[in-house]
Each structure stands twice: as structure tokens, then as C-alpha cells.
């Protein structure tokens, strides 16, 4: 099962921020954040991850607390094509063969005009 | 930006009939994936592969199921006697398997629908 808790849907104005919370309280030390998004059962597509420090790259922003429990995944100014189920995964980084990313239904993201 | 190709882009297939979807991973990575996604279910892990033999396996991938990386370039999933229920989106990724980030990078998946 999935290490993560996400709310199945959310809402965003567009050209306001996204703000996408995730519950991942039993993180272990070695696990990392990552999330991914995917449009309308197109491949899911890599957007950021992070280990305890916040991200940022050209498309989102990772805030993760400073217990690590939780984080939350930040579209700065969300447009209409930002629609999207964004999926929260933790796994730990070179873990063997344990390389697989386990899936949840993550957050379904509409943005409103 | 380098990406991830499959195909083809829908398969239809008739049950108990062979099928073989194909992969283009990103050039310089070395770790290879299959995943699949029921329609309206979560994505679910199939198999990983690195150095020409399977890493790591889900019970979903029994013995109808096989992988290949018969040139440089292609990974393919054979699926030998397809079954109804095994009308899905499957997704391939890669990741370059470097020390500091192992990050998948998906393609845009093959529909198989078997009637």
C-alpha cells in the first residue's frame, strides 16, 4: 500500500496558486518525497522531489515540514492545463531492488478559469 | 529533452492472443520498467530490470508475462495468452541509475484493450 495520504480532490483559480497537501507520517529516514502528476491517462510525468530541505524547479515548489511527516506541493500560478491527478510517493533513494514506485489515487486538481 | 517513446500508441487484441509493446527508454539510462493502470484504478508496479535480467517482480507479473531488451535501444513486454483482464494502460519508464537521483521518467503508455 501507499506510505502517503492525499485529499481525492482539490479546486484552483487560474493563475492562483495550487497548494496540494501530503500526509506521509511513517517516513523513514533514508525515504524521499516525490511527486508526479498525470493528465488525463497520459504517462505520469516527474515534476520534483526532496529530501527534508524545500525544492523548487521550473514547475512546482516542495515544502516538506521539518519533521517530515508531511509536505506540500506548490504551483505557483496554476493555468488550465496544471489539470491533473498529482501523486505524492515516498521511496527510498538507491534501494536496491526495491525500486518500485507504489501508487496511490492521489489529488485530483481542477483549475477553474 | 530526451524522452521515453512506446508503441504502439492502442492494441486491440483478441483473448488468448500474444501481444508485444514496445519501448523506447531514454538513451543513457540503465534501469527499465513496466507498469499498468487498470482504467479508473492506480498505477501498479510490474517489473524492473537492469543488466539484461528482472530486478524486481509483482505477483501481477506471472508467467504470461515476460520482458526483453532484444537490441541496444528496445524494451518490450510480452504478454503470451491475454486475458480480458488484462485490458489496461501500460506505462514504461526509465531512470539513468545515477548515485544522487534515481527519478523514472515515463512514456505515454500503450492502451491494450483485449475483447
Known amino acids: 500500500d501507499a506510505k502517503t495520504t492525499q485529499p481525492p480532490s482539490m479546486d484552483c483559480a487560474e493563475g492562483r496558486a495550487a497548494n496540494l497537501p501530503c500526509n506521509h507520517s511513517?517516513?523513514?529516514?533514508?525515504?524521499?518525497v516525490y511527486w508526479y502528476r498525470q493528465i488525463h491517462s497520459q504517462g505520469p510525468q516527474y515534476i520534483i522531489h526532496?529530501?527534508?530541505?524545500?525544492e523548487t524547479n521550473e514547475m512546482a515548489s516542495l515544502i516538506i515540514t521539518e519533521d517530515r511527516k508531511s509536505s506540500t506541493l506548490i504551483l505557483p500560478h496554476a493555468t488550465l492545463r496544471d489539470t491533473a491527478v498529482y501523486y505524492c510517493?515516498?521511496?527510498?533513494?538507491?534501494?536496491?531492488?526495491?525500486?518500485?514506485?507504489?501508487w496511490g489515487l492521489g489529488t485530483s486538481l481542477a483549475v477553474n478559469p | 529533452e530526451p524522452e521515453v517513446t512506446q508503441t504502439p500508441s492502442h492494441q486491440v487484441t483478441q483473448m488468448g492472443q500474444e501481444v508485444i509493446l514496445r519501448c523506447v527508454p531514454i538513451?543513457?539510462?540503465?534501469?527499465f520498467y513496466w507498469y499498468r493502470q487498470i482504467l479508473g484504478q492506480k498505477v501498479e508496479f510490474l517489473v524492473s530490470?537492469?543488466?539484461?535480467?528482472?530486478?524486481?517482480k509483482s505477483e501481477i507479473f506471472d508467467d504470461q508475462f515476460s520482458v526483453e531488451r532484444p537490441d541496444g535501444s528496445n524494451f518490450t513486454l510480452k504478454i503470451r495468452s491475454t486475458k480480458l483482464e488484462d485490458s489496461a494502460m501500460y506505462f514504461c519508464?526509465?531512470?539513468?541509475?545515477?548515485?544522487?537521483?534515481?527519478?523514472?521518467?515515463f512514456g505515454p503508455g500503450t492502451r491494450l484493450t483485449v475483447l
Open positions: 526532496g529530501l527534508k530541505n524545500n
Open positions: 530490470f537492469y543488466n539484461n535480467e528482472i530486478s524486481e
Open positions: 510517493i515516498v521511496r527510498g533513494l538507491n534501494a536496491g531492488n526495491n525500486r518500485k514506485l507504489i
Open positions: 511513517t517516513i523513514s529516514g533514508n525515504e524521499y
Open positions: 538513451s543513457n539510462h540503465l534501469y
Open positions: 519508464a526509465s531512470s539513468p541509475l545515477k548515485s544522487s537521483t534515481d527519478t523514472q521518467y
